[in-house]
């Protein structure tokens, strides 16, 4: 039976569209959807327990995997086999969960997993641009409760005009690169990277992409209506008790916003408060906390919120004693670590971050492998979060999803920063040592100076702020430089880095509904006086990137030589490169440049006279000695026939010197005129065109003998046909007498 299948196109209005599908594929899943632009076709199913959790949250799960097949591909590695997602994977997992999961109700816990999967690639259409819309699509097509559709594009601008969902190659040509995640009231999330631009720039691209996504919202409603759409599960709710909360709040508030109000560092605050909720705990019967279970507990962390907000949005305070636009003391220090390439911390308040760089070739680049892209970075970032940090014993499971998220976009903040002409791959690995809000910005102002210390010419320094944003409707007040307590009780936390020019990158997520472009606006700017105020504290510790590398590092010298020597260069089974390698106690790198097809030759090295022996040997290599020009030589090997000699400006650049000319006397032995090891000069010839070899000359450049007669060139024509040569003593066999011969002997065996 063919299943009837149902369909919605989304136009773009640029020639593009959207498909989602649904009928055909995964139907046990509670909702699927096939998405198709272009070649590139993305599954999403959804799937969701009918029994809840015993959590407290909503334990959501959201997949993204690539498939190789997909792109006619072959995984990597010893067993072909997809593994572990990628980082790339990774973070767009995480966009898509950024916007679902605010979506959920609050009380429901049940286990829901979100997976999307891509089928088909296209090389024109970046599918992570899709994911979102897919899955809300997937979720609109099930009974899962969930409040209003979504769905995420990218957004790029080529030539001051915008773009939905750009392609590889547009990408390449924008200068803005951001994924905008909203429903059709409101924007949610804002992920991105930017060229230095405004922040009225960054207001527009956000506007342009939610009118777009408002047209794929409107799709997924049609697309549910004529499917079906299914009524919406019943689950059980969490018990609620309105008495119990007024007591709870009535016993908390003003006990929290007192503490609030007084000002006190992370750990003072947090013990207070959990004195606070221990006595009001205290005032309920072991009989009545058996019964109202961990109520109390909710209640209490409701009251805590509400506390504090009041105490920002009535006073102006914040729960460090702050004012709404005061950033935290800074210090910083920079080449702290003595062994490294570049080194800086950089401490604000109770966030601390080490930064080390590391220079290296381009055999050091990371490699990247998805089936959407191939590729290589010759700028990454490494962000690390110990549990140290926040004053936690917990083990180590390898790199979380929020590690990865971080890092990257530390990374997207300052590779916009790093010339082209770098010759170096530059890693740079932050490590959090403490964290009590906004390591991530930590990470780029520590980033930015260790990258100086390095000696890495950045076109301008990169800072980075966190904010937060606290509204009640008619009030609010943006915070800068958010501590980690005020990022969980705010409405919208964002990240914006930048320069003094512009912004470079940003990360908001907006947790309230129809959130004003004004509003958006002004946390903008006031982001941008706290960018600057802690830029100015990064300058003041080191204001232009130092001239050099260190000593200790390693120097890069980049060289390009014809496509023809490359062989040459790197000897039979790469027997003379490491040798040379070995040597000068240098690391040589060769790649061919894809569009002329020379050869570029990265020497790395710590020692100055080792990569100046590479180059000589390159040098030696190119050398072209000219006609006519006199050459300083050395002998290097005697033939009975001459002598085998090197130019001393281009070692190992060899030459044969004939016997005939050493001098103009006549020369019996090689040795009468020449010895190893002699240094003269010759005269350059050419080729010459009886031997087709170069052809240097000693006597050249020497005097004339007196008297001295030269032979005369030989004519050919006074040599006599074949009948007048002479036999040279051998027997005149006639021709006209070989049939009298005498019959051969037999062969003897």
């Given amino acids: 039976m063919i299943p009837k299948v149902f369909r919605e196109v989304i136009d773009l209005g640029d020639g593009r569209t959207i498909s989602l599908e649904t009928g055909k594929l995964a139907k046990q899943a509670h909702g699927s959807v096939v998405v198709q632009s272009g070649k590139c076709m993305l599954l999403c199913t959804v799937v969701s327990n009918y029994q809840q959790s015993a959590v407290d949250f909503l334990p959501l799960t959201v997949d993204y995997r690539e498939k190789f097949a997909a792109a006619g591909r072959y995984p990597g590695g010893f067993f072909k086999r997809e593994a572990r997602p990628s980082d790339g994977e990774v973070l767009t997992m995480r966009l898509v969960d950024r916007v679902l999961r605010p979506l959920f109700p609050k009380d429901y816990h049940a286990e829901t997993q979100v997976m999307i999967q891509m089928m088909s690639h296209d090389d024109d259409v970046m599918p992570d641009a899709l994911a979102g819309l897919a899955a809300s699509a997937a979720i609109q097509l099930s009974d899962v409760p969930f409040e209003t559709p979504i769905s995420e594009v990218r957004v790029g601008r080529i030539n001051g005009e915008f773009i939905i969902n750009p392609s590889f190659a547009q990408l390449a040509i924008s200068d803005i690169d951001m994924v905008i995640g909203a429903s059709a009231d409101s924007v949610m999330m804002v992920e991105g990277e930017m060229s230095e631009i405004s922040e009225e720039e960054m207001a527009d691209a956000i506007k342009f992409a939610h009118e777009a996504i408002k047209v794929q919202c409107a799709a997924q409603v049609a697309l549910a209506t004529a499917f079906g759409k299914k009524e919406t599960r019943e689950y059980e709710v969490e018990r609620e008790d309105e008495a119990l909360a007024k007591k709870v709040h009535d016993l908390t508030y003003d006990k929290v916003y007192a503490v609030a109000r007084k000002a006190s560092a992370k750990h003072e605050r947090s013990a207070a408060f959990d004195e606070i909720k221990q006595e009001v705990k205290a005032s309920f019967t072991e009989e009545e906390l058996a019964d109202y279970g961990d109520l109390v507990s909710k209640y209490f962390y409701k009251a805590e919120k509400t506390a504090i907000r009041d105490l920002t949005l009535n006073e102006g305070l914040r729960l460090d004693g702050r004012k709404t636009t005061d950033i935290r003391p800074i210090w910083c220090e920079v ?3 003595p062994s490294t390439h570049g080194s800086s911390i950089f401490t604000r308040g109770e966030t601390q971050a080490l930064a080390t760089v590391t220079l290296g070739t381009s055999r050091e680049a990371n490699q990247i492998d998805m089936p959407s892209f191939e590729g290589e970075e010759k700028f990454y970032l490494h962000y690390n979060f110990p549990p140290f940090s926040t004053g936690e014993a917990r083990p180590l499971r390898g790199t979380s999803r929020r590690e990865v998220g971080h890092g990257n976009l530390a990374q997207r903040a300052l590779k916009r920063m790093i010339p082209d002409e770098c010759p170096y791959t530059v890693r740079v690995v932050s490590e959090v040592l403490e964290s009590n809000g906004s390591s991530s910005m930590a990470t780029v102002c520590a980033g930015t100076m260790a990258l100086m210390d390095a000696g890495i010419q950045m076109v301008k320094p990169v800072s980075g702020i966190a904010m937060g944003l606290i509204s009640d409707g008619d009030r609010y007040a943006v915070l800068s430089d958010i501590l980690g307590d005020e990022d969980h009780l705010g409405d919208m936390d964002f990240k914006v880095t930048g320069t003094a020019d512009g912004i470079t990158a940003c990360q908001m997520d ?14 903008l700017k006031q982001a941008r006086e706290g960018r600057l105020h802690i830029l100015g504290k990064l300058t003041e510790t080191i204001a232009q990137p130092n001239a050099e590398v260190k000593a200790h590092a390693p120097k890069i010298i980049t060289r390009t030589i014809p496509n023809s020597l490359i062989g040459a260069f790197i000897g039979p089974g790469g027997k003379h490169i490491q040798e040379l390698q070995k040597e000068t106690s240098t690391t040589i790198v060769i790649n061919e440049d894809p569009t002329t097809g020379e050869g570029i030759i990265e020497i790395l090295g710590t020692k100055p006279e080792g990569v100046e022996a590479v180059l000589r040997r390159l040098e030696s290599m190119l050398f072209k000695p000219e006609i006519g020009n006199v050459y300083e030589v050395k002998v290097i090997k005697m033939l009975d026939f001459g002598a085998v000699v090197e130019y001393i400006d281009a070692p190992g650049n060899e030459v044969l010197l004939h016997v005939s000319e050493l001098a103009w006397e ?49 004519d050919n024509n006074d040599r006599g046909g074949r009948d007048n040569r002479d036999n040279r003593g051998r027997d005149n066999r006639g021709r006209d007498s070989r049939d009298d011969r005498k019959p051969r002997e037999p062969r003897r065996d």
């Avoid at 907006?510 to 946390?523: Q, R, W």
């Fill in 666 to 714: 006549r020369t019996e032995n090689v040795t009468d005129v020449v010895n190893m090891g002699d240094v003269f000069e010759v005269k350059y010839f050419g080729i010459d065109p009886k031997t087709r070899k170069e052809k240097v000359s000693r006597k050249a450049i020497l005097p004339k003998p007196e008297g001295y007669v030269a032979r005369p060139p030989r």
């Fill in 510 to 523: 907006i947790k309230i509904k129809g959130l004003s472009y004004e509003i958006l606006v002004n946390a």
């Fill in 335 to 337: 080449d702290y670590l």
